[in-house]
């Protein structure tokens, strides 16, 4: 083909794929470019599923109610991801505030970042940083801060990692059984499946999980030596069926996605970055400073539970929620992945 001045030039077609749809993530084309296709972007929402390649942050409205962010304050978001709580708190801090924004996974954190400096934010007001939650006292001191006004971590995992298979958080397509949030540190959870034995297997899936047959997916995962996210849901799905052929398909997918969810956890070491976190708040925290956490199981709200009643008790806290903040119907009907969502706050002393 040639173009007007001679030139000969190629047409490159878009990759066919099968079906009417496209079904596999980077097939998406159309939800990886939301402003260049938002009515399939809004039809994939108002069906409650969640674009390819996009994070819907959860229940922004109740954390802005417990960190009431304001003018002129220090805030830090511990769990940066696609940046829709940040962009919430930015709104509100502006003039002189800052936001400090944590994010352990470094092929998030550039994309997450360019998006919100051409939202108008430069480096007197968001200031990123490349790093999990456990070292926030030591990013505060190397930024010459300090305490801070509010803190807030959601402590579940972006969209962007759960949906792409080349991360191993997800079944649903075949990809590598990574699940790192930072895929250049620590081991993949097949190394980690390689190394451990049954017994220490199934105690993990019950201590990260709750999983009622961890001692069958145990043997299973360990005998067959799963490289695969898809081969390891095969696995626990077709071991299952036949050794409990009176489960039904939901049970057995929640079992799936529990054993999945405790992997993840194991291999990001998820449970003791928290508890650094919280050790640290009420060193970080200024007197009247705002923490709300979002956790999206009973391991993490435990943990957060346990320490803010602590803190109540010992007068480190002023104030803490009574209970948990759930997301509202309408949200959890738009945003499957917000009906897990517990939200906790405390105040500092």
């Given at each position: ?94 003039p ?5 924004g ?66 191993g958080?997800t ?7 990574d ?14 499946l ?20 961890a ?27 036949a ?36 050790r ?19 391991g ?34 738009a ?15």
């Amino acid at each position: 083909m040639t173009d007007h001045d001679g030139h000969s030039r190629t047409h490159t077609r878009r990759p066919r794929y099968p079906g009417r749809n496209p079904r596999q993530f980077h097939e998406k084309y159309k939800e990886h470019a939301p402003a260049l296709h938002p009515d399939t972007v809004a039809q994939v929402r108002a069906s409650g599923k969640t674009p390819a390649g996009m994070h819907l942050p959860i229940m922004v409205g109740e954390v802005l109610q417990c960190l009431t962010p304001g003018p002129g304050e220090t805030v830090v978001d511990c769990t940066l991801g696609g940046g829709g709580h940040a962009q919430a708190l930015l709104e509100r801090i502006v003039p002189n505030g800052r936001l400090i924004g944590l994010d352990v996974d470094p092929l998030e954190l550039p994309r997450t970042e360019a998006r919100l400096r051409a939202l108008g934010y430069g480096p007197d007001v968001f200031i990123p940083r490349h790093g999990n939650f456990a070292g926030l006292p030591q990013a505060l001191a190397e930024l010459g801060i300090t305490t801070v006004d509010a803190v807030l971590a959601d402590l579940g995992v972006s969209s962007m990692q759960i949906d792409n298979p080349d991360r191993g958080f997800t079944w649903k397509g075949v990809g590598p059984l990574d699940m790192r949030m930072n895929p250049a540190r620590g081991e993949p959870a097949s190394a980690l499946l390689a190394r451990l034995r049954e017994d220490e297997l199934a105690a993990l899936l019950v201590e990260y999980a709750d999983e009622p047959y961890a001692e069958l997916i145990a043997r299973l995962l360990i005998r067959e030596k799963v490289e695969t996210s898809h081969a390891a849901e095969r696995v626990i799905r077709m071991g299952l069926n036949a050794a409990k052929p009176g489960l039904s398909r939901p049970e057995v997918k929640l079992s799936v996605r529990r054993t999945f969810q405790a992997l993840r956890i194991a291999v990001n070491g998820e449970l003791s970055v928290l508890e650094a976190l919280l050790r640290s708040l009420p060193d970080v925290l200024a007197p009247g400073g705002r923490v709300a956490i979002l956790t999206f199981h009973s391991g993490e709200d435990r943990r957060v539970k346990k320490a803010f009643q602590t803190g109540r008790r010992a007068g480190v806290y002023a104030a803490i929620s009574d209970g948990v903040i759930q997301s509202t119907v309408e949200e959890t009907r738009a945003n499957r992945r917000a009906s897990s969502a517990k939200l906790r706050w405390a105040v500092r002393a």
